[in-house]
T-cell receptor
Framework: DTEVTQTPKHLVMGMTNKKSLKCEQH?????MYWYKQKAKKPPELMFV???????INESVPSRFSPECPNSSLLNLHLHALQPEDSALYLC??????????????FGAGSRLTVL | LAKTTQPISMDSYEGQEVNITCSHN???????ITWYQQFPSQGPRFIIQ???TKVTNEVASLFIPADRKSSTLSLPRVSLSDTAVYYC????????????FGAGTRLFVKA
């Protein structure tokens, strides 16, 4: 299996909702990432789990909460989001937690719309 | 923090060779150079990675001069399906947040 699977593909939520995005890989990779991508912009790194240890981009607001139940699964919990959080959320994995030196395998993304 | 600069867009015709250059003037000794391709509403896909000189795989070549301040992705004989955004990424084995995607180059391949 050489894929990263993300669910759901599309999500529409109100600003008071709580929802979660899910990501799964079975390549034995020990690092998993959440990226946010706005239209016609490059992906921006939000969170890194390397060997299940979390690193946070300090600019990401607390309404985004990552969770890594095990080395194959990654969740992104969403609460009280704003319309400007509407974007494509990409999950990626790599053998180790260094996206510069390791090859990233991305999922197809979850398209989030916040109303 | 290695900042990258790429052309915003490029046009080409089917069957031509396309070269996309990425500038990374402050690349560090331990940094690698990686290129990704992205189609609309999909995640980026790995194309090629290199450290110095030339690397070739089944889909592309990567040319890196001795000073490593730039790199060129070469796509031989492009087809319509190569229309996509191409990102250059520079980073090392250190912390992930030092590795930032550049703005990307939108390649349009015409018939």
């Amino acid at each position: 299996d050489t894929e990263v699977t993300q669910t759901p593909k599309h999500l529409v939520m109100g600003m008071t909702n709580k929802k979660s995005l899910k990501c799964e890989q079975h390549m034995g990779h020990r690092a998993m990432y959440w990226y946010k991508q706005k239209a016609k912009k490059p992906p921006e790194l939000m969170f890194v789990y390397s060997y299940e240890k979390l690193s946070i981009n300090e600019s990401v607001p607390s309404r985004f909460s990552p969770e890594c139940p095990n080395s194959s699964l990654l969740n992104l919990h969403l609460h009280a989001l704003q319309p400007e959080d509407s974007a494509l959320y990409l999950c990626a994995s790599s053998p180790e937690g260094a996206p510069g030196a390791n090859v990233l395998t991305f999922g197809a993304g979850s398209r989030l719309t916040v109303l | 923090l290695a900042k990258t600069t790429q052309p915003i867009s490029m046009d080409s015709y089917e069957g031509q060779e396309v070269n996309i250059t990425c500038s990374h003037n402050n690349i560090a000794t331990n940094d690698y150079i990686t290129w990704y391709q992205q189609f609309p509403s999909q995640g980026p896909r790995f194309i090629i990675q290199g450290y110095k000189t030339k690397v070739t795989n089944e889909v592309a070549s990567l040319f890196i001069p001795a000073d490593r301040k730039s790199s060129t992705l070469s796509l031989p004989r492009v087809s319509l399906s190569d229309t996509a955004v191409y990102y250059c990424l520079v980073g090392d084995r250190g912390g992930g947040f030092k590795t930032i995607f550049g703005a990307g180059t939108r390649l349009f391949v015409k018939a």
